[in-house]
C-alpha cells in the first residue's frame, strides 16, 4: 500500500511538471503576439495603395529573433515590378520584441486584375520566447477586392456580315486610370471561318498589338480589316482583351465581345474615287465619288434610299455638293431619294445603278497622323465602309546664295563671261502626315556650272553624289518620320557651285541650278510620293544683296 502512494505521488508531481511547462508553452503561443494588416478593402485600378503591417507584444516575456514575412498579393506592383515576398529580420525589427512594444510596417503597391478580382495579402511573424528553444508563429491574411477597372474596351463592328466581303472591325480602348499604364497588350479572338487582311496600327501574329503606356484620358483604335465564311444566319462572335505584358505573362484587366449575323447579300456596293477604285488621295485634292449599287438578289427591289456618310479630319465639309443627292454645305451625309433616281426607285435583279457627290479635301490636315477618309454607305439592309488613304506631303526648299556664313563665296557679281563666281545652294526637307521611306532629293546642274567639292555638314556628303554625264546631282536622306522639319528645322544640306558663263549667256541671267524634286515611298499608303522646288538663277530671289540687275551676266 505504502509503495502505491509513493508511486502515486511521484505520477503525479511528473504529470504537473509535464502540465506546467505544457501550460507556460501555451501561454506564448495565445494572445502573446497581436499582428494585423491595415488596408483599403476596396480598391480601383491604378490607385497607389498603402497596406500597414502592425505587431505588439501584449505578453510580458521578451519575444526574441523575430522574423517578419510579408506576402503581397499575386500581380502586385511598385514603380513598375512586381512585388516579391519580403522578410524582414533584426535589422528592421531589432534582437527583440520587448512587453508592450509595438510597431508598424508600411507596403506601397498598385494592384492589377480584373473587375472582381480579390487580392489576399499574407503576413506572419514567428519569435523565440525568453528561455525557451521552441519558435512560434503568428499569422493574419487580408483581402482587397478590385471593384473598378477604369478602362474602356469595346468592338465597333457591322451588326450584319456578308461572307467573303472584306469589312472592318474596330476596337476602341481607353483610360480613365489615376496613373499611367505601362507595358498594355490587346488580344483578339476570332470565330471560325474568319480571313485576317491587315490591320492598323499593324499585329503582332495577326492577333495582338502592344500599347507601351496608355495614360489616364487617353485611348485609340484598333482596325482589322477581314472576311468571314459561313452558313446565312449564323453567329459569328468576336472577343478581345486589354491586359498588361509582365514577366511573359499576360494579366487580363478588362475584356470584351460582340457578335455579328452572317446574311445573305442582296445589293452589291462598290465605290470608284476619280475614276479609280484604289484611288490614293492628297491634301487638297477634289474628289468626285461615284456608287454604284447592283441587285445580286432574286427579287426586284423597290424605294430604295441611301445614304453615304462621311467621317475624317480632312474633309472640307462646306465644299460638299451633289446634283443627285441632298446635302447642305457643312453637312457630313448626302441623301439620294428613290424619288429623284429611278434606279432606287425600282432595281430588277442584275440591273445596276449609280449615284455621285463631290467633296474636296482639305490644304492643310494639321497633325493628322496616317489620315484616312471614311464613306460609310447605307441602302436597304445592306451597310458597307469604304476607306480611302491620304498619301503624306513631302516639302522642298531650294534656296541659293552669294552672301553665306557658310562657304564665302567669291567672284564677280554681275558674273563676267569667262570668269568663276561662286554660289551656295541650300536644301531643306519636310514630311508631314506619315512616315516615308527611302527619301530622296535630285537635281540637274546646268553646262556652265560644277561642284566645288565643300558640302556642308562634312558627313552630308557621304550620301551626296554627282553624275558627270547627265549632270544629275543625288542627296540620299533616308528614311523621315511624320511630321519632320514641320515644327522644327529639317534634314538640311549645304553646297557650294561655281559658274564660269559663256558668251552665249552675255546679257542675261544664267541659270545654276535647275528644278529640284525630292521622292519618297509613303510607308501609309506604299506610294511613291514626290515635290519640286524651282530652279535658281543669278539674280537669287533669297540673297537680300542681289538685285536683278545684280544677274544679268556682263
Known sequence: MRKLIIFLVVLTGISGIWGFQKWRQNIYSKEILKLEILGPTEATLGDNLEYIVKYKNNGNFRLENPELVFEPPRYAMNEGEFLERQVLGAEQLGEAIYPGQEQVFSFKMNLLGGSGDIKTLKASLSYQPKD???????????????????????????????????????????????????????????????EFVSSQPRSIEKTDWEIPVLNKNQGGRIEVVGRVTGEVGSAKVFRAQLGVWKGGEFIKLKEAEKGAEVTRPSIYLRQEINGNPEYTAVPGDWLHYELFFKNIGDDALNNLFMVAKLEGEAFDFYTLRSDSGNSQAGDNSVIFDWRKIARLQYLAPMEEGRVDFWIKVKDDLGNVNNPVLRNKVFVSQVEQEFTTKIGSKLGLSQKGFFQDEVFGNGGPVPPRVGEITTYTIMWQVKNYYSNVRNVKVKAVLPTEVILSGKIFPEEASLKFSFDSESREIVWVVGDLERGTGVAETGPNIAFQIALTPGYDIRGRVAEIIREATVSGEDSWTEALIEAKAPGINTTLPDDETVTNEMGVVQ
Open 132 to 194: 525557451l528553444k521552441a519558435r512560434y508563429e503568428s499569422a493574419t491574411t487580408f483581402t482587397t477586392t478590385i471593384k473598378q477597372v477604369p478602362l474602356t474596351l469595346e468592338f465597333d463592328i457591322p451588326s450584319r456580315i456578308e461572307p467573303g466581303q472584306e469589312f472592318i472591325t474596330r476596337i476602341n480602348y481607353f483610360s480613365n486610370a489615376a496613373l499611367p499604364i505601362l507595358d498594355l497588350r490587346i488580344q483578339a479572338s476570332y470565330p471560325s471561318g474568319f
